[in-house]
C-alpha cells in the first residue's frame, strides 16, 4: 500500500477521472564507473566501450496527470492538492534521498501581489524554460520544518483578486488532436503542433496513443511544416 510520499496522492478514482494521464517505464544500462575509468567519456558512452566492466541497469517510472481546475472549479484558478487529488501530503518516503514539489508562481505580467502560494514554501527556484524565466516555489519533503506547524501538506495557489475567466493564457507549445474517418481505408488521425513564440523554434518529440479500432500504416505517415512535408526521421 502507498503510504507514504508523493506515492500517497495517487489515488485512481481521482487519477481516472482526470483529462489527460499517462504512466511510462524507462529502463536503460548505465556504466559503473570506477576511479580508473573516471577521466574517460560519459556514461552512456562507456556502455558502449570495451573498458566497462560493469553494466547497472537505471529504472525510471514517471507519471503525468493534468487537471482542469479551471472548469470544475466553475471558472476559478484557484487550486490545492485536496482538491486534486483528495488527500495531501503527511510525509516523504523513508526511501527517497529526495522528494520535492515544485509549484510554477510565475505570474502574468509581472504581477506578483496577486499570486498567494500557502504555506510559505521551503525556498524559490528561478529557471528558464522555453526562452521565458519561470519562478517555482519549492517545498522540500525532506526538510524537518515543512511538517513542524501540521502533519499534513496541502500546497494551496489563490489569486487575491478575480481574475478575467475568459482570459486564459495560451502555452507556447500546444497542440490538438482529432480522428476522422473510420475503418481500415479511411480512419485517419490528425495532429496539429503549434509554436506561438515569435522567432524561437523548439524541438518537439511526439508520443501518440492509437485507439484500440485504428491500425497505423507508417508509409502513410506525412508531416507539413507551413504547407511543405517534411520528411520524418
Avoid at 556502455?47 to 487537471?67: I, K, N, Y
Avoid at 514554501?121 to 517545498?139: F, L, M, N
Wanted: net charge positive; hydrophobic share 35%; glycine share 4%.
Amino acid at each position: 500500500s502507498l503510504q507514504a510520499g508523493l506515492a500517497v496522492l495517487l489515488k485512481a478514482e481521482r487519477l481516472f477521472h482526470s483529462s489527460y494521464h499517462s504512466q511510462a517505464v524507462h529502463i536503460r544500462p548505465v556504466c559503473r564507473v570506477t576511479h580508473q575509468f573516471a577521466q574517460l567519456a560519459t556514461c552512456l558512452s562507456l556502455v558502449q566501450d570495451a573498458s566497462c566492466l560493469a553494466v547497472s541497469w537505471e529504472l525510471r517510472q514517471t507519471l503525468t496527470v493534468v487537471f482542469d481546475t479551471f472548469s470544475s472549479g466553475q471558472g476559478k484558478k484557484d487550486w490545492s492538492l485536496f482538491k486534486m487529488f483528495s488527500r495531501t501530503l503527511t510525509d516523504a518516503c523513508p526511501l527517497a534521498s529526495q522528494s520535492k514539489v515544485y509549484v510554477d508562481i510565475s505570474p502574468k505580467n509581472k504581477e506578483k501581489e496577486l499570486l498567494e502560494v500557502t504555506p510559505p514554501p521551503t525556498s524559490v527556484h528561478e529557471a528558464i524554460v522555453q526562452g521565458d524565466k519561470r519562478t517555482y516555489a519549492v517545498y522540500d519533503l525532506l526538510s524537518p520544518s515543512l511538517f513542524n506547524t501540521s502533519r499534513s501538506l496541502n500546497v494551496q495557489l489563490k489569486w487575491k483578486r478575480p481574475q478575467d475567466s475568459s482570459e486564459l493564457p495560451t502555452p507556447i507549445l500546444h497542440a490538438q488532436r482529432y480522428v476522422s474517418g473510420y475503418g481500415l481505408q479511411t480512419g485517419e488521425i490528425s495532429t496539429l503542433i503549434y509554436n506561438t513564440h515569435p522567432y524561437r523554434a523548439f524541438p518537439v518529440m511526439l508520443l501518440e496513443t492509437v485507439p484500440w479500432y485504428l491500425r497505423l500504416y507508417v508509409h502513410t505517415l506525412t508531416i507539413i511544416t507551413k504547407g511543405k512535408e517534411n520528411k520524418p526521421s
